[in-house]
């Protein structure tokens, strides 16, 4: 039963997070059953599961669903991340990356200019060329486990899965990319920290009113909430557009 209910709960998490199942999206214990060929006791220890870790809620008289993303939480970690890596990739650039080095990361730009280049961009391998570019030098400096933590945030990851579906600004983002790359490239310490605040906030501006209009049904936000976030999302419009 245990590895029935582990493969129960790894699909369900990966269509959870990929937006498969949208936030706030019911899912039924009798269909699950019925879809993988099982009785209730491994599904339910599946669910279990996901509650544990935040990705599904049970509702009195309503049953279960895939939880919300918090907005608050998007936020506190962008924060976090932009203080956080700004320095790991300063410590990068103080290491002196080598030319291997700095190609791979090129590589990699090159390999999202070419998926954003297809007719139908599959955004869940953009994802993970995107994840790989900045796990590069966490990996380097040796803070993996800083990067696993950030990675594990999976209400922060389904916020990233929307912006790209929600708003498909890839090329805004491979342009970061490439700032920041030739910001590497030429030691220039200095910009780390404007150029990745802008990147990583970028994704609330591209997002912007769609929280609170086309999106907002797949958020935890207040009313009360809402005029922060509309004066919030017009300052770092304005500031990522000087």
Partial sequence: MAEISTTI?????REITTLKIIPGGKISEAEICARFSVTRPPVRTAFQRLQDIGLMETIPYKGARATLISLSSVHQMIFLRTAVESWIIRDFIDSKPSPFELEELEHNIRMQKLHVEEKEVDEKQFFVLDSAMHQFWFDKMRCSWVWNLIQNDINYERFRMLDFVGTLGYQEIISDHVKLFAAIKDGDKDQI???LSAHLNAGLRRMGNLILTDYKQYFILDDDDNS???????KISGLLRR
Avoid: S
């Fill in 9 to 13: 709960f790894e699909e369900l998490k």
């Fill in 193 to 195: 920290t404007p150029i």
């Fill in 228 to 234: 922060y976030w509309v004066e919030y999302n017009r």
